[in-house]
């Protein structure tokens, strides 16, 4: 695979360069790329708090993949929440969804005690799992956390 290199969006995100992303998870039967262009043009969500982040995944300036931190906003202060986590179909099984989301634990360690997130994808879960993420069990508002202290 060609280098990769991600990267942290620190000013206003470009939603063209999301074109790609959208329209395959749409095709896919995805809805999350969706919310997150909808919610961060709307100005709900931009991932733009001091313990946020939102991160790109380049080839060649192409984004093939992308990957949020947010505050959790059921458990309060020093719970992050990974959000929005895609990756082209051409791109998988390249460590490019481990890196970006290797991304977001770095970003988390820096204002959070803990990171969660919540999938319903069979192949998400063994994914997280992986990275060292724990079920968690009896929480309708979360199937999997990583503690970071």
């Known amino acids: 695979m060609r280098d990769f290199e991600i990267e942290e969006i620190k000013d206003e995100l470009n939603m063209e360069v999301l074109n790609e ?15 997150l262009v909808e919610d961060y043009k709307k100005g709900t969500n931009r991932f733009d708090q001091y313990d946020e982040a939102l991160f790109v995944c380049l080839v060649d300036e192409r984004v093939v993949g992308i990957c949020g931190l947010n505050r959790d906003p059921h458990y309060g202060e020093g719970i992050g929440r990974v959000r929005r986590l895609y990756v082209l179909n051409e791109f998988r099984r390249h460590n490019v969804g481990r890196k970006l989301t290797e991304a977001v634990i770095q970003k988390a360690k820096t204002c959070n005690r803990r990171l969660v997130l919540k999938t319903d994808n069979p192949n998400a879960e063994k994914f997280y799992k992986s990275l060292g993420f724990i079920e968690a069990v009896g929480d309708e508002k979360v199937t999997h956390y990583l503690e970071l202290t």
Request: glycine share 6%.
């Open 21 to 35: 992303l959208l329209t395959e998870s749409i095709l896919e039967g995805f809805r999350h790329i969706t919310r």
